[in-house]
């Protein structure tokens, strides 16, 4: 009988530490929403220790978000857990992951301790997590670098002392599968007390070999993966929640084990994570690139014709990837627009609703078609919440072949509306400058990406910029079918995000 595997999403909390990839609370909250859409097991929700919008943000998913278990990681120390309890207190069900690392070279260098003191440090943190909850899970950090011997004393302690959940973290991405795998089969058959506790796995992708020792693990007894939405992570990343997945779904044969996810909302979480984070997944990606179901080779495509198995191991409607579907036009009404929304899995008050479907209805004017992609984007761009300190009322932009580009842009600045001109090298950056000299903002422009929502030459452009101010990144999005004006929406919604940062203030104008 096959296995069925836990996936634990940690997309809100490891992943969301990759630089740049930050999110408010109402983004979190958007992305533990269609979290449980996909029917992950357990969302990793934060970090209540590290700040107090941590802690926010985990509380208001535990309170708002119905379906999976939700997790709030802690260092092995009391007020950390107690931090993590009050977080996750709104939760139907609730779980406090704690850790301690347990390699010599952590023991020694960052901890300042010896191991017996790290293994009294473990088995006290799970102890007092359990006065919590009934569902502790205990991570020995740098599992992979930690003497054998020690790391299996450690995991029967924890169990002993109320663990339910045991991970074994690839903290540093130092494993090879085949290696990695040994070391979980070793923990299976040395540790007695192991049939009391799901052993789960947490694997960086430093190599590029942490969806294959994820897999290794679950081959050697593994009941949990612990993974993230595109593979977003520090450093290089974690393993992709969405190739792990398929990757049992495709080969049962070798694993015998399955997952509880609904695997046709994974491209809709990996496009939202997308929007959201502005981290434009590689065209190549396994199962949620451009390309993962692209075939140009002659060959493949005469092989698809005749049998689609010739050379798809698995269909694209199997993971959500559908064609393009025309669902609206000018003529449409609100209800049908609010239907359709619905039918996407967005959920919006009046307010937002209206300022959607007014957005809707320019597009529509001039689009010949709108498809899904549109909507999504447009209902993206305009309900991502964040205090508008500047709202971008007009502009208008001269350029062409052999003439300085200049833009004219109109601007409500708290309230108070402002005009003004910039000149540029293009036709975007004339709009940025004549931004800039009406905010007076000197937040530093560090990334800038444009892409067509769908095809045609009137598609819609989606525009994704990163600035700089006080030492953070902040991302705005934008979309319109004038990419220059997308380009100015993200700008400015990027600045807006910066402004109501409280210590980057300064730096985005007076």
Known sequence: MARTIRIFDTTLRDG????????NRDEKLRMAQQLARLKVDVIEAGFPAASEDDFAGVKEIAAHVEGPVIAALCRARKPDIDRAAEAIAPAPRGRIHTFIATSPIHMAHKLRMEPDQVLDAAVEAVRHARTYTDDVEFSAEDAVRSDPDFLCRVTAAVIDAGATTVNIPDTVGFAIPGEFGRLIGSIMERVPNVGRAVISVHCHNDLGLAVANSLAAVAAGAGQVECTVNGIGERAGNASLEEVVMALKVRPDLFYADTGVETTEITRTSRLLTSITGMVVQPNKAIVGANAFAHEAGIHQDGLLKHKATYEIMPPESVGLTAHHLVLGKHSGRHAFKDKLTELGYTLSDAELDRAFARFKHVADRKKEVFEEDLAALVDDEIRAVPERYVLVGLEVTSGIGVKARARATLTVDGETRSGEGAGDGPVDAAYNAVKTLTGSIAHLTDYKVQAVSG???????????????????TGHGTDTDTVVASARAYVNALNRAAAWPHARRATGP
């Open 16 to 23: 969301e530490q990759c630089p740049g990839a930050s999110m």
């Open 456 to 474: 045609g030459t009137d598609a819609q452009g989606t525009v994704v910029v990163k600035v700089e101010a006080d030492g953070r990144v902040f």
